[in-house]
């Protein structure tokens, strides 16, 4: 069945940067879009991004927008998604989430990661 | 965007017992293709969130028949006909229409 694997998070100041890294292992992650979803503690789930998965066509939260960079390199089944401009308030685990199929519309989540704490303090 | 709400929020539920949750949306989920794009995920404590439900009725790959899920357009429910102690968590619906994606508030379900 596989399985996903995220990575990369850690504490880190406001205003800094952070890459995230969501691998795949047991299948060919390029046939599929993912999508990183974030849940910060005690709260509810929220989507913050999604790739197609030709990588083509991206999509973002209107939270994360501008500061956000969803990419994936298929060689390696792994999508990224690089955090800029970092605020306290993207505090949270993030999920990555691989979808049913290769497009960023009409969408299920069959698959999730263990996710990674990302800590935005001072 | 599309805004999804869910009631009860908390469920206490007694094993053995039925027990269903509400979802709806602000815009209909009903795709031209006939389909209803409303999933159902279930939380376990400290776990991450695994589909449990979804085009609103159909169930995942290894998801017990107990759940179950109806509706179509901007009203949906998933039911399970007999709780067990291993279905507590939080209960998340969330439409895959269209992105942005939304996720209603979470439904936690507990053992009374």
């Known amino acids: 069945e596989g399985q996903l694997v995220e990575s990369g998070g850690g504490l880190v100041q406001p205003g800094k940067s952070l890459r995230l890294t969501c691998v795949a292992s047991?299948?060919?992650?390029?046939?599929?879009?993912v999508s990183w979803v974030r849940q910060a503690p005690g709260k509810g789930l929220e989507w913050v991004s999604s790739?197609?998965?030709?990588?083509?066509?991206?999509n973002y939260a209107d939270s994360v927008k501008g500061r956000f960079t969803i990419s994936r390199d298929n060689s390696k089944n792994t999508v990224y998604i690089q955090m800029d401009g970092l605020r306290v308030e993207d505090a949270a685990v993030y999920f990555c989430?691989?979808?049913?199929?290769?497009?960023?519309?009409?969408?299920?989540?069959?698959?999730w990661g263990q996710g990674t704490l990302v800590t935005v303090s001072s | 965007d599309i805004v999804m709400t869910q009631s009860p929020l908390y469920l206490p539920v007694t094993p053995g017992e039925p027990a269903s949750i509400s979802c709806r949306s602000s815009?209909?989920?009903?795709?031209?293709?006939?389909?209803?794009?409303l999933d159902w995920y279930l939380q376990k404590p400290g776990q991450s969130p695994q589909l449990l439900i979804y085009?609103?009725?159909t169930r995942a790959s290894g998801v017990p028949d107990r759940f179950s899920g109806s509706g179509s357009g901007t009203d949906f429910t998933l039911t399970i006909s007999r709780v067990e102690a291993d279905d507590v968590g939080i209960y998340y619906c969330?439409?895959?229409?269209?992105?942005?994606?939304?996720f209603g508030p979470g439904t936690k379900v507990d053992i009374k």
């Open positions: 815009q209909s989920l009903l795709h031209t293709n006939g389909y209803n794009y």
């Open positions: 969330m439409q895959g229409l269209q992105s942005p994606f939304t």
């Open positions: 085009l609103g009725s």
């Open positions: 790739i197609s998965g030709s990588g083509g066509v991206t």
């Open positions: 047991g299948y060919r992650l390029g046939s599929f879009a």
């Open positions: 989430a691989k979808a049913s199929s290769g497009g960023t519309q009409r969408v299920r989540f069959d698959q």
